[in-house]
């Protein structure tokens, strides 16, 4: 566990904070958040992928400031941004969920509870307007529990993550024989100490927690089931197929997450950045695309935003911060270098963002 006592050194992009979190967190936790599956050729990709897109800025566009506030299922945002859903965040700082959710509020972005949340769904609701990412269950009552406690909590929407039959084999995680430590666990489920806290040489202890807690065979009759189970706004998360999107969109699905894990699923996957475009061509009109996996500036926003997203979903970055004690300069510096890219582009709002021209380099 990090020294939440270390001072933060300044920072001056949101990537920064990587290297300075690599100060104070232990090797194989660093590892853990940084890490993605296989030869972590996916996790390259989306990097490359997204420094390939190129903007052509409009200029004398009259344009004296840029204003990246806009609206994400229904509700106002500071800007086009969305917390990731991510586990365990006591990992890399005692207050973990609820200070990155503290944070997020302030800066009027909706933050995701992760299913495996080190802190109670219901206590990081208290602090933020949230959403909530449910991982598929063996346990269907357990589903319609967290469904009920999201609800319950006020929850804005529902994530339902469909990429995760099996955790991708996660090698940093393996070679380390990587296990939560006492004090951190899945506050949401029954029996939060698990599989997850029993280190075996050679095995990630995380994997082998969700390969006894997750469903591999959910389909898209479980989808269904699951509209029909609540009111939230619905949306699916970690795809990657136009055909996918356009089924969830005949389920009923409010929103698509292109997503592939932020590389830590299916290894030679494809970047989430170019999986974008076609997902918008085909159901674009009839709900909001978001785009998961590599942001690390306000640029790679933009350059979501220019290619069809209606909002971006930040991850590592956020918790790089977070453990430097640093979230709300990680989202100062984030709406900053949007709103600098936006006014540099000629573009004085997100709508305006979409008349951008977009390339390769």
Known sequence: ?????VPSPAAVSVADFEGLAARVLPAATREFVAGGSGSETTLRLNRAALDSVTLVPRVLAGVEAADPACRLVGAAAGMPV?????AYQRLVHPDGELALARAAAAAGVPYVISTLSSYPLEEIAKVAPSWFQLYWLRDRAMIESLVDRAEESGCGALMVTVDVPVMGRRLRDVRNAFALPPDVGAANLVGART????????????????????????????????KSRTDLPLLVKGVLDPRDAVKAVQIGADGIVVSNHGGRQLDGA????????????????????????GIRSGTDVLRALALGASAVLVGRPLLWALAV??????????RRELADAMLLAGCANVAAVARLTTGRA
């Not at 969305?82 to 991510?86: K, R, T, Y």
């Not at 494809?270 to 996996?293: R, T």
């Open 1 to 5: 566990m990090p020294d939440p006592q």
């Open 82 to 86: 969305v917390v990731a859903p991510m």
């Open 195 to 226: 599989e997850a806290h029993t280190g075996v040489p050679g095995l990630s202890a995380v994997a082998a927690h969700t390969a006894s807690a997750f469903e591999p065979a959910v389909s898209w009759r479980d989808l269904e089931w699951l």
């Open 270 to 293: 494809v970047a989430s950045i170019n999986a974008l475009p076609p997902i918008v061509d085909a159901v674009g009109k009839e709900c909001s695309v978001l785009l998961d996996s």
């Open 325 to 334: 004690d640093a979230c709300g300069n990680a989202f100062d510096l984030l």
